[in-house]
Nanobody
Framework: QVQLVESGGGLVQPGGSLRLSCAPS????????MGWVRQAPGKGLEWVSG????????GYADSVKGRFTIFRDNAKNTLTLQMNSLKPEDTAVYYC???????WGRGTVDYDYWGQGAQVTVSS
């Protein structure tokens, strides 16, 4: 069965960096786009970033553009979200998600499997 396991969350000060990783299993990773979605306390799901199956196309929400970088290693079956210049408003649970196709989408409906989530807290 499809499983997505996130790691790398934690507490960081404003301006700091964190790297989230996702370990997928149960499907052919290289055939699907992937994404990251987050949910801040008391708010709905927000798409953060996406990457196509080959790693050649990426997209970012305006709120994280220029600060976050998504990349993947199909040989090692890993998905990563590098988060720099973190702000308190980035505090959320971050979910790794598998796309329904080879490409990424900006909507949560574009993803059919989700991980359990990793908590990211940005606070001084």
């Amino acid at each position: 069965q499809v499983q997505l396991v996130e790691s790398g969350g934690g507490l960081v000060q404003p301006g700091g960096s964190l790297r989230l990783s996702c370990a997928p299993s149960g499907f052919t990773f290289s055939r699907y786009g992937m994404g990251w979605v987050r949910q801040a306390p008391g708010k709905g799901l927000e798409w953060v970033s996406g990457i196509d199956s080959g790693g050649t196309s990426t997209g970012y929400a305006d709120s994280v553009k220029g600060r976050f970088t998504i990349f993947r290693d199909n040989a090692k079956n890993t998905l990563t979200l590098q988060m720099n210049s973190l702000k308190p408003e980035d505090t959320a649970v971050y979910y790794c998600a598998k796309s329904v196709t080879t490409i990424w989408g900006r909507g949560t409906v574009d993803y059919d499997y989700w991980g359990q989530g990793a908590q990211v807290t940005v606070s001084s």
